[in-house]
């Protein structure tokens, strides 16, 4: 269940670094007002990504795919790399589907803490400051700090010399690491909401939470 924690924080990670990086500073205190304005002007987003996953006593994984986000409504992880999984979030929590297992997993927002408070953060994105520090590192950095215990120590925003997207790294509670690279990103562009028709087998082995 932490890797769904893991994915969808992430998700959330991305709505403030396709924004850029507030002005310098070594504290967040006075860019944080900014930084949620600017959330406020995400609509949509669209990029393709490629995610490396470091877990202790297992070899290295590489996904790849792309994001499709259409903020306070829909968001989709479409993973085409090494096999087919998607991550679909919505108001009323996450949908989870494996072709490797051929297993879906179905998470209502309400059945946990975490899933509450990130699906409250993802769909209201003025809640970032109650539930996360802030730390401004430079021009390049952001790092978000949960205030409340969701397996995570940290997620680190990446940005390059012009302020877009470079990459973002996390890691948990257990010294697990996820690094993922953004590349195509496009803000605010037309998705067509068919995009998130996503269907699972109708013989997938199903569990809801």
């Known amino acids: 269940m932490r890797k769904f924690l893991l994915i969808t924080l992430i998700l959330l990670s991305i709505f403030t670094i396709a924004l850029g990086a507030p002005k310098k500073s070594t504290k967040a205190t006075n860019n ?3 930084v949620v304005e600017r959330l406020k002007n995400i609509q949509k987003i669209t990029a393709d990504f490629t995610q490396t996953t470091k877990i202790k ?3 290295e994984e590489v996904y790849k795919g792309k994001l499709y986000l259409v903020a306070g409504e829909k968001a989709l992880w479409d993973y085409n790399y090494p096999y087919k999984q998607y991550y679909l979030f919505d108001k009323k929590g996450m949908e ?3 072709s490797s297992t051929n297993q879906v997993i179905i998470q209502n927002k309400n059945s946990s803490r975490e899933a509450n408070i990130i699906l409250t953060v993802l769909f209201n994105f003025k809640e970032i400051e109650n539930n996360f520090d802030i730390v401004v590192n430079g021009k390049t950095q952001i790092q978000l700090k949960p205030k409340q215990d969701i397996g995570l120590k940290y997620i ?6 012009k302020n877009n997207i470079k990459g973002i790294h996390s890691e948990d509670i257990n010294g697990n690491i996820s690094e ?8 605010n562009k037309d998705i067509s909401l068919d995009v998130f028709k996503v269907k699972h087998p109708a013989d997938a082995q199903i569990f809801k939470y």
């Open 32 to 34: 944080n007002k900014s």
């Open 57 to 59: 006593n297992f070899p």
């Open 96 to 98: 989870y589907y494996d």
């Open 156 to 161: 680190m925003l990446l940005l390059d010399s």
């Open 180 to 187: 993922i690279e953004f590349n195509n990103v496009e803000i």
